[in-house]
């Protein structure tokens, strides 16, 4: 089954740890996405990456780092500077045309809750 | 910026009820506009595409429209039915945002039985 997996599906954190979540896709896209999304908001974009180790910052992107050194794998950590980390953490895909523009829909995975004790 | 609104935030109607969810942007140049469903704990699952050249889409009883010069999605849900619960989300992507999606807040659909 072609799809997007996240993992795990709940993380625990203590103060000042860093923890990372796992984002892997088996359909071949080109582009990968992070969002977080908290009670009440819309979902608001981390990092984003079109190509193999290259990525750029979203609008939230403080106190959070990437790597894309796969095409098939984004792993987002979750540094001790981003002091409101407790929300729903989700990753998506998209293929890109030849042309480098991009008009193919999002597919998401299942989401990470990551949790602040 | 691009900002994306959708009212009402949550939305209750009786089974068999035909109701109609709303999208608004406030940029009319975009490339595309995405809606999506999202279950309670889930992650979000694709409904409909729609790119910037066309008027609608249909995907068995649903039904997007798109209307770039006023800014506005409509996603129509024929004969409604207690598994369509769930919120409901639109996206769009537009030159001025890049390679970046924004999100409307979305919808909370209740269908009863």
Not at chain 1, 53 to 71: C, H, L, M, P, T
Not at chain 2, 27 to 41: M, T, V
């Amino acid at each position: 089954d072609g799809g997007i997996t996240q993992s795990p599906k709940y993380l625990f954190r203590k103060e000042g740890q860093n923890v990372t979540l796992s984002c892997e896709q088996n359909l071949n896209h080109d582009a990968m996405y992070w969002y977080r999304q908290d009670p009440g908001q819309g979902l608001r974009l981390i990092y984003y990456s079109q190509i193999v180790n290259d990525f750029q910052k979203g609008d939230i992107a403080e106190g959070y780092s990437v790597s894309r050194e796969k095409k098939e794998s984004f792993p987002l950590t979750v540094t001790s500077a981003q002091k409101n980390p407790t929300a729903f953490y989700l990753c998506a895909s998209r293929g890109l045309d030849l042309g480098g523009l991009i008009y193919n829909e999002q597919f998401f995975g299942p989401g990470t809750r990551l949790t602040v004790l | 910026k691009q900002e994306v609104t959708q009212i009402p935030a949550a939305l209750s109607v009786p089974e068999g009820e035909n109701l109609v969810l709303n999208c608004s942007f406030t940029d009319s140049a975009i490339y595309n506009l995405q809606w999506f469903r999202q279950d309670p704990g889930k992650g979000l699952t694709s409904l409909l595409l729609i790119q910037s050249s066309q008027r609608e889409q249909t995907s068995g009883r649903l039904n997007a429209s798109l209307d770039k010069s006023s800014g506005r999605s409509t996603l129509y849900i024929a004969a409604s039915q207690p598994g369509d619960s769930a919120t409901y989300l639109c996206a769009v992507k537009s030159p001025e945002t890049g390679n970046q999606f924004y999100f409307g807040t979305g919808t909370s659909l209740t269908v009863i039985p």
